[in-house]
């Protein structure tokens, strides 16, 4: 790179294939020869051997390099004495944090130098490197040997010989010359030679369990000599316990349930603990993966609004999974808003690749094994449990190494302690997984007798998370998904479990009379709980979205902040509930993406999404019987009002919108006007109550006026910068025959009596308007008396009048009482006219007279 060549000629390389092939699916085991003469760029190479590959269900395409896609992991180090075995699960809904049974002693870093001086100054000459199936330790030495090629790292050391010992063939007798010489057959330089000079040499062991030797052999029989031939367990422990080349220096890479036999053998060693991705390597990993920086943007917006899948993606091999599963989504399209994947199945197809390719002979092992883990999940989740003794391990049967490893994380006790191991899944979201996945699978009366005395029963667990078990949310979640179609055949065809369809009916039941059990009797039926949506959204089946909404009415939502993948859950269903009649969202946020992605968007000058895209698409689906949409207080901004104006264009059952929100100004307001004005707009009453309007937007409300022939209500109410000027160009739009206006709404917008002139002549010239609402403005007596005089008419069609005129004329008569209005609160104002139709607004004076109550009171209208 750049011309920067290799710091040494003497690097070897052996490398071998990814755990199980599951995070990357990388080159096999392939031989890099580096000496005089020899340079080779190792980023060159790995690209070159990793495009020979192609990754399991990804778009076909040339597989990126491993340097272009390794992501740093969070890791925590600490020597043996005080860290002890300390490698428990990755954290639970936190992101890296330990479910272990002590926490770290130090903070967690992000590196790949494995070989850095401790506190005091000390090398370590062994280190471990520690972590679960699928956390990244193969992926983590590959990017240890890129940087040491590229000379950036571990520049001490002059050869590195890496064997894979899940993947080497090796000889039952061999000594260290051997293997090394056997390892690199085009070796030009003598194996003994090389060995000569130890402390320039590192021995990388990856994943060493997978060797199965006994690691108790006799101190007397091990070697010192590096060419002298011995059984290959013997040369492996005179390694290891530094009898043979006590200079060099040694990588180990192991599960946690194969440290307890292989601690005893070392000293002075550090164990490092991969923890996962941090937020911030979750996000950069995303882009590593994806070619297409939009794309990457689109995939990770996805993941990270979905709380439980970006939890999960803590785990490397669950970013992977995501990342591919997402990239088959994006296949052919733009985005990701209609994506079918559910995070349940994106687990099932994590799962499928761990089981692939074990016990395909023997499936009923793998079945009970699998109905096990789910019993003890689902035992953990009732009993908020997330730690398991070795016993209760051993007392399911679970103790198997071909597959444990895989779900469950083994903590080892600490030198000195006498208990045994624990155990605890490799995340808490897995354990709700598989504690669902025990109420839903199928099983034999053999099978249901040794899974202990914990009850299959769905309905229980579904109302006890109703009456008081909100922990049970993402395991309820979970049931939905895996009771789908798509999951039920998926189980059978890849994992060879049946999914019991009595559990569909169930799910069903529960959901519909949950809701009529909130909603209050007499009162319409509505669904007000955000998890409905998320459960029926997890299912993502159409003809059970209907089934379950198909008795209700109304959605009514209050304070919540919707993310991304609340709004798709929404949309889902609202296109899927054909009685919905009326939407409510109060106090509620309708978030596009997180705050970076937002800034990275408005950076490369694209258009953001409107927030309210999604809701408005999906309310305008042709089956729609929306009829009254309440956005208040949704922090809603101009571009919303873009959306509206279709809505409102297209949907011709839409009735009645209102809005409440400070955010819309004139801009807005204007954009709404365009779909007011089309011909499909069959709007009849539209409340724009405090939403900062001027009279700079009153012309295009009044050419609304004058042209709809079906808005009877118009609510302006707290728009203080409305002012007179605005209200008289109102009554120009009012002053047309085709206007139908009856309701008109002006309270709190700092009117004067200046504007009561336009007022007084509109109440004779508009025969439709019934109600007007002029509640706290000071309109002043001449203003007063102006619309008095319309008032007292007998054509004048008014049937109902805001509290603020009688209050002024109240004012009005204690400031002159010789003058004669008292017609106007008494009984002799003519039949006709619009007062003698208001006796809910007459009180009590002093003397008996008839009055309003106090000033400043909110119209009630």
């Not at 050391?157 to 260290?176: G, H, R």
Request: charged share 25%; proline share 5%.
């Amino acid at each position: 790179r750049g011309g920067k060549r290799p710091h040494s000629s003497k690097i070897l390389w052996l490398l071998g294939q990814s755990t199980g092939g599951l995070v990357e699916n990388l080159c096999g085991l392939t031989l890099l020869l580096i000496g005089t003469g020899h340079r080779r760029d190792s980023r060159e190479h790995m690209v070159q051997e990793s495009h020979q590959d192609r990754e399991l269900g990804t778009c076909p395409r040339e597989s990126p390099s491993l340097h272009s896609r390794f992501t740093i992991l969070t890791i925590t180090r600490e020597p043996r004495s005080k860290h002890g075995a300390k490698d428990g699960a990755v954290g639970t809904s936190q992101g890296c944090t330990s479910a272990s049974s002590g926490a770290a002693t130090t903070s967690p870093t992000i590196t790949t130098a494995l070989f850095e001086p401790d506190r005091d100054g000390q090398t370590p000459q062994v280190v471990v490197l520690v972590g679960a199936p699928g956390m990244g330790k193969t992926t983590m030495v590959r990017r240890v040997m890129v940087e040491w090629g590229e000379g950036t790292l571990h520049t001490q050391f002059d050869f590195v010989f890496c064997i894979d010992c899940k993947a080497m063939v090796l000889p039952m007798e061999a000594s260290v010359a051997d293997l090394v010489s056997q390892c690199c057959p085009g070796l030009r330089v003598p194996a003994g030679k090389i060995l000569d000079d130890q402390k320039k040499i590192l021995f990388i062991f990856d994943g060493f369990e997978a060797l199965g030797f006994s690691l108790v052999q006799p101190e007397a029989e091990l070697s010192s000599d590096p060419r002298e031939v011995k059984p290959l367990e013997l040369t492996m422990m005179s390694l290891l316990k530094k009898t043979v080349l006590p200079e060099s220096s040694l990588l180990i890479t192991m599960r946690p349930a194969a440290l307890g036999s292989l601690r005893q053998c070392l000293k002075g060693e550090c164990y490092v603990e991969i923890l996962g991705f941090s937020a911030a390597r979750r996000k950069e990993y995303f882009h590593r993966y994806f070619e297409n920086p939009n794309k990457a943007d689109m995939a990770f917006r996805f993941a990270r609004s979905n709380e439980i899948l970006y939890s999960l993606c803590v785990i490397p091999v669950m970013s992977w999974t995501t990342c591919t599963v997402l990239e088959q989504e994006l296949c052919g399209k733009k985005n990701l808003i209609d994506c079918s994947k559910t995070t349940t199945g994106m687990i099932l197809f994590y799962l499928s690749q761990i089981l692939k390719h074990r016990d395909k002979d023997n499936p009923q092992v793998l079945q009970k094994f699998l109905l096990q883990l789910c019993s003890l999940a689902a035992e953990g989740i009732w009993k908020h449990k997330v730690v398991f003794e070795e016993k209760e391990i051993k007392d399911c049967g679970l103790d198997q190494p071909s597959l444990l490893p895989f779900f469950l994380n083994e903590s080892i006790p600490r030198e000195g302690e006498d208990h045994d191991s624990v155990y605890a899944f490799t995340h808490l979201h897995l354990q709700e997984f598989f504690a669902a996945m025990f109420y839903v699978l199928e099983d034999d009366e053999e099978m249901a007798s040794s899974l202990g005395k914990l009850d299959k029963n769905v309905n229980k667990l579904l109302e006890s998370y109703n009456k008081s078990r909100k922990d049970l949310n993402v395991t309820v979640r979970f049931l939905f998904g895996l009771v789908s179609q798509k999951s039920i055949e998926y189980m059978d065809k890849t994992i060879g479990c049946r999914i019991s369809p009595r559990a569909r009916e169930e799910l069903l039941e529960w959901l519909q009379g949950r809701h009529r059990g909130l909603s209050q009797p007499g009162k319409v039926l509505k669904v007000s709980e955000m998890d409905t949506f998320h459960f029926l959204f997890e299912m993502n089946e159409k003809s059970f979205a209907q089934s379950a909404l198909g008795h209700f009415t109304d959605l009514d939502l209050r304070d919540t902040k919707l993310t991304l993948y609340d709004q798709m859950a929404l949309s889902f269903c609202i296109q899927h509930w054909a009685g919905l009649g009326c939407v409510t969202f109060q106090g509620c946020s309708f978030q596009r993406q997180d705050p970076e992605a937002d800034a990275l968007v408005v950076r490369r000058r694209e258009e953001l999404p409107c927030p309210i895209h999604l809701l408005c698409r999906a309310l305008r689906h042709r089956d729609s019987a929306l009829q009254v949409l309440r956005l208040q207080w949704c922090q809603l901004s101009e571009s919303c009002c873009a959306e509206l104006a279709a809505l409102l264009a297209e949907h011709p059952g839409l009735a009645r919108l209102e809005l409440a929100d400070s955010s819309l100004g004139d801009s807005g307001v204007r954009l709404l006007c365009e779909g007011l004005r089309a011909p499909g707009c069959s709007l009849r009453i539209l409340r724009l109550r405090y939403s900062r309007i001027t009279s700079a937007c009153c012309e295009d409300l009044a050419a609304v006026l004058s042209t709809n022939t079906c808005l009877e209500e118009l609510d302006l109410s707290f728009s203080e910068g409305l002012r007179d000027a605005g209200v008289e160009l109102l009554c120009e739009g009012l002053q047309h025959c085709a206007s139908p206006l009856q309701t008109l709404r002006l309270g709190s917008c700092r009117l004067s009596g200046t504007c009561c002139q336009a007022l007084a002549v509109q109440l004779l010239q508009g025969p439709r308007l019934t109600c007007l609402d002029l509640s706290d403005n000071e309109l002043g007596a001449q203003g007063v008396l102006q619309l008095c005089q319309q008032l007292r008419h007998p054509a004048c069609p008014l049937q109902m009048l805001g509290p603020a005129l009688l209050q002024e004329l109240d004012a009005l008569r204690a400031l002159q009482p010789v003058l004669k209005i008292g017609n106007l609160l008494e009984h002799d104002v003519p039949q006709a006219g619009a007062m003698a139709r208001l006796p809910c607004h007459r009180g009590l004076l002093p003397g008996g007279r008839k009055a309003l109550p106090s000033v400043r009171r909110t119209s009630l209208l």
